[in-house]
């Protein structure tokens, strides 16, 4: 579905998926070839991401894998604040960047001191009860991700009842909330690898047509994950033809932003299935 997202106060309209470059400036992300942490790393990185096509900067200082490091709030301010006013300076401010946090205080600090324009926070509040007030008083997007537990835990043994009635309760309650909080940007996220075995992601992707109930915008974020290096016996390095084969997938079902490493990759997934569906009703 085309969707539209409040970008810096104004209305933006998003006729077909578009795709999330991700930014690590961060020196333990799972996958080796994002972690960006110099000046001409973190310009390079930006400038591949546009010129390959990407809509959206996302812009992480934690890393979320599984049994990464704790990284204090002072320490995550300081590598966004870097990275954000090196951009600016080179890129102006007209590029959209979501800021990877769950940190309300680092949150108010991307939008308010360097123009970011959405929240993308794995806990879906649950990390910082502040985070739902702190979204709302700044009129920003809000990415909700569902995770069972947190970064430190959430693979040690992930067990659900029933996956789908979990993560579906989740979101309604979190979306309900927020939608009272006066949020009405709001853009789900399944969590794909975030407290889940390998059964349960392929689960969600099987099902991820069910998301359209909320009638909200859907981000997928499987670049490079286990969930397919796991089951192809290979490595996160290997992973990109797996990526794609499931970017494409999740288009089909429906996502509308793919967070992805590979940008030109994703980029001719969007613009294939896009094609394939433009033919759909043509004989």
Do not use: W
């Not at 288009?251 to 433009?278: F, N, Q, T, Y």
């Amino acid at each position: 579905m085309s969707f539209r997202l409040n970008i810096k106060g104004e209305l933006t309209s998003f006729d077909t998926p578009v795709v999330m470059g991700i930014l690590n400036v961060t020196p333990d992300s799972f996958f080796a070839g994002s972690r960006k942490n110099t000046e001409e790393e973190i310009i390079l990185r930006v400038r591949q991401i546009l010129d390959e096509g990407g809509k959206i900067v996302d812009v992480g200082a934690y890393s979320s894998r599984p049994g990464a490091d704790d990284v204090s709030p002072e320490e995550e301010m300081k590598r966004l604040a870097f990275a954000l006013g090196l951009l600016n300076r080179e890129f102006g401010t007209d590029i959209i960047y979501s800021i990877d946090t769950f940190r309300a205080d680092v949150a108010r600090m991307c939008v308010e001191e360097y123009g970011a324009a959405i929240i993308n926070d794995i806990s879906g509040g649950e990390m910082d009860s502040r985070m739902f007030d702190t979204v709302a008083d700044m009129n920003v997007p809000y990415i909700l991700m569902h995770m069972k537990g947190t970064p430190a835990n959430m693979q040690l043994n992930p067990v659900y009842e029933d996956l789908f009635g979990e993560v579906f309760r989740y979101m309604s309650e979190k979306v309900e909330t927020l939608k009272l909080k006066g949020v009405n940007d709001i853009v789900l996220d399944p969590g794909f690898g975030f407290g889940k075995t390998l059964d349960d992601n392929y689960r969600l992707m099987a099902h991820m047509e069910e998301f359209s109930v909320f009638g909200l915008p859907l981000l997928v974020g499987i670049s490079r994950k286990t969930m397919i290096y796991r089951l192809l016996g290979t490595s996160a390095d290997e992973a990109l033809n797996g990526t794609s084969v499931l970017n494409t997938i999740s288009l089909m079902k429906g996502a509308d932003i793919l967070r992805v490493h590979d940008v030109r990759e994703a980029v001719e997934c969007v613009r294939i299935v896009e094609k394939l569906k433009s033919q759909t009703n043509v004989h």
